[in-house]
């Protein structure tokens, strides 16, 4: 048996590393030239320290990440609205909540995957499949047979696009600007994660390693300077400042920010829908469900969707029944499709519920109206405190290397 991997990133490093544990055969193939992220931190919520336990990974990500010790949402004037303690909830959850510079995660990964299994720079151009094989074009010329393929080329799948379903993803109508400062500020203390609320805005604050911010912020009409030549921090300045009723460091934090370093994008999700695969192919990650990042759980969904996966793949790989035969047929394509409905089963429910979730927090984040904030802040205040850690420990007890396959 052999499994072709489209895209090298989170979810395709994890169904590689998870693959190569059970010692079935595969490639992954991305095109970019390297593996890169620029200006982005990420959370390894403690269902993804576990997974990452379970590839062996865990230590790896731990020496480039900073532990979070307490999680906080605020009103744009610093009052507190809710917090968490992550530590204590690392103590009953046996895993930490660990923040890390994306860049970093896909190194750790790396160190799970065999060098001689990754092709870069080879940019997809179509797949096909037959009773026997899937086959991946690439541009160039170049092609690949295997038994199955792992779509985990995200958001804009050309995997999705050509084989599952080519409809586009739903914008949730914010915008998120991004950034990467080395920043210290008394307000802010190290191991901390914030979100701040105000009016149709947020602003997200992450402690990195080495003094380093990891920030984001979202506002529903924020206006350009220049659509040619923009300028995001002065477009962001137009709005988060401490004369406007933002709490320190907002303000401080992105004047120190290289304007050259903010990247921006809209964001979009998929209504949670059935159907990941379609025969020899299969999605992962944001391929399959791509969700808001209000949650913090789109990497860490995508590694649990890789070691599930392989998993099911590998059930398949040991079944007799799916063996080649004396003239060295293929895999049955029958079972593959049956193998990979046990993997969208084990998972659909898991991650619509997160995708719910995110978007509706979104929402509830970025009340338009001043009145609109205080109602929802004083609500928060009241409920949070018996919902938040739930939320949380509900999250981060997954355990995607033991959990039960249907």
Not at 168 to 181: C, E, I, K, S, W
Request: aromatic share 6%; glycine share 8%; proline share 5%.
């Amino acid at each position: 048996m052999r499994v072709l991997i489209i895209g090298g990133g989170i979810g395709g490093l994890a169904a590689a590393a998870a693959l190569r544990k059970l010692n079935i055969p595969h490639h992954v193939f991305e095109r970019a030239p390297r593996a890169t992220e620029i200006g982005a931190g990420i959370s390894m919520w403690p269902n993804a320290m576990k997974a990452l336990a379970w590839l062996g990974l865990a230590d790896a990500v731990r020496r480039r990440g900073l532990i979070a010790t307490d999680a906080h949402i605020r009103s744009m004037n610093g009052r507190s609205i809710t917090r968490a303690d992550m530590l204590a909830i690392r103590d009953k959850l046996g895993a930490e909540f660990l923040m890390i510079h994306r860049a970093e995660l896909l190194d750790a990964l790396l160190e799970g995957v065999d060098p001689a299994a990754i092709s870069w720079g080879k940019s997809l151009a179509r797949v096909e499949q037959d009773d026997h094989a899937v086959t991946a074009h690439f541009d160039g010329g170049a092609s690949e047979r295997a038994d199955l393929l792992i779509g985990a080329d995200g958001l804009k799948s050309i995997v999705r696009a050509q084989a599952v379903d080519n409809t586009p993803p739903r914008p949730a109508g914010q915008t998120a600007y991004r950034g990467l400062v080395k920043f210290d500020h008394p307000a802010f203390p190290r191991g901390s994660v914030w979100e701040v609320w105000g009016p149709r805005a947020r602003v997200g604050i992450t402690c990195l390693p080495d003094s380093h911010i990891y920030w984001w912020a979202t506002h529903h009409s924020l206006r350009m300077t220049s659509e040619a030549n923009p300028d995001h921090r002065r477009d962001l300045l137009q709005v988060f400042t401490s004369a406007s009723g933002w709490c320190e460091p907002i303000e401080a934090m992105l004047r120190a920010t290289d304007p050259a370093h903010i990247l921006k994008h809209d964001l979009f999700d998929r209504a949670p829908r059935r159907g990941w695969s379609n025969r020899r192919i299969v999605l992962l990650g944001d391929a399959a469900h791509p969700m808001t990042p209000n949650l913090g759980q789109g990497g860490c969904t995508a590694i649990e969707d890789g070691i599930v996966l392989a998993r099911c793949i590998q059930a398949l790989h040991a079944a007799p029944e799916t063996q080649p035969n004396a003239n060295g047929a293929s895999l049955d394509a029958a079972n593959i499709a049956r193998a990979l409905s046990r993997y969208e089963r084990a998972r659909f429910a898991r991650t619509a519920s997160l995708v719910r979730q995110s978007r509706f927090l979104g929402w509830w984040g970025q009340r338009p109206a001043a009145w609109q904030c205080r109602v929802r802040d004083a609500i928060f205040s009241v409920i949070s405190p018996l919902t938040f850690e739930r939320s949380m420990m509900q999250f981060g007890a997954y355990d995607a290397g033991q959990v039960s396959l249907p």
